[in-house]
Structure formats: structure tokens, C-alpha cells
């Protein structure tokens, strides 16, 4: 483009005069077609009372106003080209063959491109701790029907197992209403960075299995999870049987020793599905000291879900403090405020601070436990009122993690043992 100086020139005082742009076309010709270059000469007048001189009162007005005006007309003549027999060669510029035909241009997504989602655990690898058989693996399939359960020998396995990626879920047991908490899960949840996604009480039927043939008088050994032990210790004693009590990493672990070790004065207490699997028969059914018993399984993955308010929710967290029982005082009165019910706590000694001494002295008889504090509360991380009591909880506490905000498990509860047996 060639420009011209702001500079009065007399020999362009009728271009001045009339306001408008001077433009020149200057054809020249290439090898294939003739091409028009387009030069545009451009004075720009303004009318601004500051102006001097008649002219745009800088440069950059007036090569603004150049480039607008050469834009326009090369715009008119790219628009379209066609050919001789009148198809269209080019559009702005472009070849036709260099564009995407409209046919292919990606369409957006409507409410019938959306296929419906896999059922809910049809495709998930599901670990628990024991073998078939195993209460976990039921609470599994219970959990995430048609899963495909991977049995683990023990909890911090099945941990790993989804840590590395060999499962997608883990189930695993935390509580029991007659045994208490499994402390052993609680601190393992502590110790890896797996997020609770569920939970799901599972209501646990307890029976007496041994080889067949086998007769109670003949049993000098009953052997099973010490939480199964202690469980049907009222029951045991009742049925008069003066036997030994041995401890086993599960109950269908304990069927399957009896079944494979050919054990003819040891019995198994574990569920009628242990039995079939093991061949074993049922010497008593529904052993369990309380017909409510029922376990409490929390469902583990690796990344969190969602919070949601429309339905039940359940949150847990973990902390700890540096200080007495006034700010776990505190600490439970920011959730009592705000009418959130807490449906556990349990406390677990803290394993790099087991020890604090009164006042940090090195001497002295005054000493304290430190604990790790968990606790489940009934409210959604989506609502504003958790979140404010979690903000006032962080600020009495040094360490504060959230474990989960997941739904509560609301099915029916089933007392009729009948209709509970697995």
C-alpha cells in the first residue's frame, strides 16, 4: 500500500475537498490468472476542532482509516470467485477443495445421542477381604450387583487392590452392632487416600458348620473371625458346648480350613453360603446372640463422588487437636448449632503423637493419649450448613480430612432371619 505524507499537496485539493478515497487498481498478471492488486491512497480530513492543518491530528488516524478502506474492497472481491461455467471456485479466498464440507461439520449433542449409562456396578471389580463366602463378598454383591468380586486375604490387600488399579471399589467392614468398630479398617482409612463413595448394612446370619456326620458332643474346637466369635458367645454357651475358641482372619476362611483339613472335632461358624460352598452341614442356624445383628461396609474408591442434596446424605471426617477436651467441646458444638445429628465418633490413638506431656515438660508424671477423632454426621457437603460447621470445626483442630460425603444406605430393613440368609 502506498501511503501518502499528512503533509497540504496542492495537487490533491480536489480529493481533499470531496472528502473521499482515492483508490487505484493496478492489475498485473501471474502464470496461472490475472490478479488485481488493489492500492489504495487515503486522505483522511478530520473535523475535530483540535485538528490543524485540515488533516486527521495523527498519523495513526488517518493508516487506520486506510487499512478499513482496503479491507472493504478486497473483501467485495474475495466474497466469491467463480468459474467460467458459474461454479464456485473460492470463497474468501479459500480453494472449495480446502474446505470442510458442511455434511461433516460435527452436529451438537441432543437427548437421543445420549445412550443410558451401564447398570450401576454391572461392570465394577469389587475387593473384600476373606473368601467366597465371606459376609464381604455378600455386603459386595449387595453394594454393586453383578459385580465381579475379588476375594483378598487381608484389609490393607484390598486397599492397595484399588490404589493400583487391579479393582475399582473395595467393601470393607467398619462396624458391627453387637462387635463394635473394626479398628483395624479405621486406620487404614487413614493411612491411604481412598474416598468413600457408599456405605450398606448388611444384616449377618451366624450357623454352627462342621464335616457332615459330625456331631456336636464331638466338637472340642469352634473356630472362626473373632468378631463372629464374640458375636455368638451367649449362643455357644447355651447349646452346651465346652469348647475352645480359636481365632481365624474370616469366617468362610474358617469353613474352608474345617472342609479342607478334614477336621472332624472342629466347627465353623460362618453363613449358609459358606456351607455350600464347602460342603459342609449346619449343625445349628441363626447362632448369633442378637437377631439384629447387622454390619456396617463402607464402599471405597478412588475418587470422590459428587455431594447432592436431594436425598440423604452422610458425611465423615477425621481430625485431631492439640489441646483438652474443652475443644473437642467445641468441636461437636459447631455440628449441635447447626442441628446436624452425629451418628458416630471414635476415637483412635494417634500414631506419631501417641504421648503429650502436661505443658510439653520433659519431666513430669502428667501425661496424655493423643487421639485421632472420627466421626458421621447426617448432612451433604453440597449444603451450606456443613460446609460452615467443617469451617469452624478447622479452626480448633490441626488436622481436619474429609473421608467421604456419600448417600446413606436407606433400604428396608429386614428382621425376619429367613429373609436374611446368605
Not at 483378598?152 to 452392632?177: G, I, K, M, T
Amino acid at each position: 500500500m502506498q501511503t501518502i505524507s499528512p503533509s497540504p499537496n496542492p495537487t490533491l485539493k480536489s480529493l481533499i475537498s470531496d472528502h473521499k478515497p482515492f483508490i487505484r487498481a493496478r492489475p498485473f498478471s501471474t502464470s496461472n490468472r490475472a490478479l488485481t492488486r488493489v492500492v489504495v491512497q487515503c486522505i483522511y480530513r478530520s473535523d475535530s476542532p483540535n485538528s490543524s492543518g485540515g488533516f486527521g491530528c495523527n498519523r495513526a488516524d488517518w493508516q487506520s482509516s486506510c487499512a478499513i478502506l482496503a479491507s472493504k474492497v478486497i473483501s467485495q472481491q474475495q466474497d466469491t470467485e467463480k468459474s467460467a461455467n458459474g461454479e464456485l471456485t473460492a470463497v474468501n479466498g479459500h480453494k472449495t477443495l480446502d474446505l470442510v464440507p458442511i455434511d461433516n461439520l460435527p452436529k451438537p449433542l441432543s437427548i437421543t445421542d445420549l445412550s443410558p449409562a451401564p447398570l450401576h456396578g454391572s461392570t465394577l471389580r469389587v475387593a473384600y477381604q476373606g473368601v467366597p463366602g465371606a459376609y464381604s463378598e455378600a455386603a459386595a454383591g449387595k453394594a454393586y450387583p453383578n459385580c465381579e468380586a475379588i476375594p483378598c486375604d487381608q484389609f490393607e490387600v484390598a486397599f492397595q487392590a484399588v490404589e493400583l488399579w487391579v479393582a475399582d471399589r473395595a467393601v470393607l467392614p467398619v462396624e458391627n452392632s453387637l462387635g463394635g468398630s473394626i479398628h483395624r479398617n479405621y486406620d487404614l482409612l487413614l493411612r491411604h487416600r481412598l474416598h468413600i463413595v457408599g456405605e450398606v448394612q448388611f444384616p449377618v446370619h451366624h450357623c454352627l458348620l462342621a464335616l457332615p456326620g459330625v456331631r456336636k458332643e464331638y466338637l472340642t474346637r469352634v473356630i472362626s473371625h473373632p468378631q463372629a466369635l464374640a458375636q455368638c458367645e451367649l449362643t455357644l454357651t447355651k447349646l452346651g458346648l465346652n469348647v475352645a475358641r480359636e481365632a481365624m482372619d474370616d469366617t468362610a476362611g474358617a469353613a474352608e480350613f474345617v472342609a479342607n483339613n478334614n477336621l472332624r472335632d472342629t466347627a465353623a461358624i460362618a453363613s449358609v453360603r459358606a456351607a455350600e460352598l464347602y460342603g459342609l452341614q449346619i449343625l445349628a442356624d441363626g447362632i448369633q446372640d442378637d437377631t439384629s445383628n447387622v454390619t456396617r461396609f463402607l464402599m471405597l474408591a478412588r475418587e470422590p463422588i459428587i455431594p447432592r442434596t436431594d436425598r440423604p446424605f452422610k458425611t465423615s471426617i477425621v481430625f485431631a487437636h492439640d489441646e483438652g477436651t474443652s475443644v473437642l467441646f467445641k468441636v461437636l458444638s459447631a455440628f449441635a448449632f447447626r442441628n446436624i445429628n452425629l451418628t458416630k465418633i471414635e476415637s483412635r490413638p494417634h500414631r506419631n503423637r501417641p504421648i503429650r506431656l502436661v505443658d510439653d515438660a520433659i519431666v513430669g508424671t502428667a501425661k496424655h493419649f493423643e487421639y485421632m477423632f472420627y466421626v458421621d454426621f447426617e448432612a451433604s457437603m453440597a449444603e451450606t450448613r456443613a460446609q460452615n460447621a467443617l469451617a469452624e470445626v478447622q479452626e480448633f483442630t490441626s488436622f481436619l480430612r474429609v473421608l467421604g460425603s456419600y448417600p446413606m444406605d436407606m433400604t428396608p430393613w429386614c428382621p425376619s432371619l429367613g429373609d436374611c440368609k446368605i
